[in-house]
């Protein structure tokens, strides 16, 4: 904006006179319209005066004409006025007067209403306590305003009406975000209080994404709730407590998370956290990852709510283990027993060796084992058993056709059978009866012995018992008697 003068672009402050209601300004050649734009006019005093104009001037026993002249009389120096850009750009161009010597321009009606409020309210209540009848309405005019910013209070004298007016007569401009009450129209009488609460940029950047807004004279935690942002058990990068500076603020916050975590062979732990990454997770709680360990996630893998986190542990250990050691088995044929029997004659003695082994292992459990040497602590002795050589005769065989049926249903047919259920050869003679009728003569165990040979004892078995219930259940099946 520009003020205007006819050499500096300045209106300058002149003396004015009594005997005319115009001679606010001095400048060369005045238009017709001067008196119209830079007079006092009735309204304009109604308008310093309110609503209760009426009753205002009859306390102070005057009337609008008379104060306006009163105003003209003790009037001496008047505030500059300034002149909008546009009709100072008219000026010097010379379209000013020369292309609008009629009508003045809108934004110059508009500038020196502003111009004749600013000056005129102090100079009615000038006037009015000057002429002594008016000292109350005076006073009256004259308001004690509160002025809260931020929380700061001061006590402001003004005979402003509105709020507006009154904080632009101070200085203070209201910004897009700023917090006004009441609103800047509103008027304000004495003992009012305007509050003003500075707007604040917060940028906020939760779990790696970035939100911002703007808050009042608040903490920072009470930012938080405003911005919406849950920060329940989360981290936050500055003190909740702090207040949130005018210049604004930048925080970051971390989420509270809950998520499982499985390491190795420990049983699963349920974690509340509010790491960002699983690398900050392992830094939180302060673990390693062994060179032969497996994570299964990637370190930068983003934490969530409910995410699990497994950690497969592999160990390497040396173990020295003492193993028995068997003794060697020394055989010495005797032809005085039976082929294939055979008799111990010392039992020998177990020996003792200690070995050294390599065990690896996954999430506990072993997974491979490597032998790295071995010492002998205990020599073993040997065990010493008679094998028989001696050949029985084959003794005949009577009803081999009835025995062979018999050997298919007993033992599918197989004369060397031994299941390890105690009976045994192809007619499951136990060892008892094998022994009772002779059968040790041509072998230790009846599956040792040949075909010929389990006919002819359990063909004394047969004749003994007076048919074949020995094999009961076979012996039905064949119809045998």
Not at 26 to 32: F, G, M, Q, T
Not at 237 to 250: I, T
Not at 256 to 261: A, G, R, V
Not at 399 to 411: F, H, P, S, T, Y
């Amino acid at each position: 904006m520009n003020s205007f003068n006819e050499d500096t672009d300045w209106f300058t402050p002149v003396q004015t006179s009594p005997a005319t209601a115009t001679g606010l300004l001095e400048r060369p050649e005045p238009s017709e319209w001067d008196t119209t734009v830079f007079s006092i006019t009735p309204n304009d005093v109604l308008e310093v005066l309110g609503p209760d104009a009426d009753d205002l001037l009859a306390s102070a026993n005057v009337d609008v004409d008379e104060l306006i002249r009163l105003i003209n009389a003790e009037t001496t120096f008047l505030p500059p006025i300034i002149i909008p850009d546009e009709v100072s750009q008219d000026r010097v161009a010379g379209t000013l007067l020369t292309e609008r010597p009629d009508a003045p321009p809108a934004a110059m009606v508009e500038a020196s209403r502003k111009w004749k409020k600013r000056f005129l309210k102090a100079a009615v209540a000038a006037v009015l306590v000057t002429i002594g009848g008016g000292a109350a309405t005076a006073f009256a005019m004259d308001k004690a305003v509160t002025v809260d910013i931020d929380g700061e209070t001061k006590t402001v004298h003004t005979y402003e009406s509105t709020v507006g007016e009154i904080l632009q007569d101070e200085g203070i401009a209201v910004g897009e975000h700023d917090a006004l009450s009441p609103a800047p129209s509103a008027k304000v009488g004495d003992g009012g209080k305007i509050s003003l609460d500075r707007g604040r940029l917060v940028k906020a950047t939760v779990d790696g994404e970035s939100r911002e807004g703007w808050v009042h004279s608040v903490t920072v935690d009470e930012a938080l709730d405003q911005l919406k942002i849950d920060d329940n058990g989360a981290w936050v990068s500055e003190n909740r407590d702090m207040a949130v500076p005018l210049s604004g603020l930048s925080l970051q916050v971390k989420s509270q998370k809950t998520i499982t975590l499985f390491d190795g062979a420990n049983e699963p732990k349920q974690i509340k956290t509010t790491a960002l990454t699983v690398d900050e997770l392992l830094k939180e709680q302060k673990l390693t990852i062994g060179a032969e360990d497996k994570l299964e996630a990637a370190l930068d893998l983003k934490i969530t709510n409910g995410v699990e986190v497994h950690i497969s542990r592999t160990g390497v250990s040396v173990v020295n283990v003492t193993e028995s050691v068997a003794p060697p088995v020394e055989e010495t044929k005797d032809d005085t027993l039976a082929k294939g029997e055979k008799v111990v004659v010392e039992p020998g003695e177990a020996g003792e060796v200690i070995k050294t082994y390599r065990v690896s292992t996954t999430n506990g459990k072993e997974t491979g084992r490597e032998e790295l040497g071995s010492k002998v602590t205990k020599e073993a002795k040997p065990k010493k058993v008679k094998i028989g050589t001696k050949v029985t005769a084959t003794p005949p065989v009577s009803d081999g056709g009835d025995w062979d049926r018999l050997v298919q249903c007993e033992a599918t047919g197989n004369w060397a059978i031994n299941t390890g259920n105690g009976y045994y050869g192809g007619l499951q003679f136990d060892k008892q009866t094998w022994d009772a009728y002779g059968g040790s003569a041509y072998a230790a165990y009846p599956h040792q012995a040949s075909r010929e040979q389990q006919i002819a004892i359990a063909t004394k078995v047969r004749d003994a018992r007076g048919g074949y219930s020995a094999w009961p259940a076979c012996q039905a099946k064949l119809g045998l008697p």
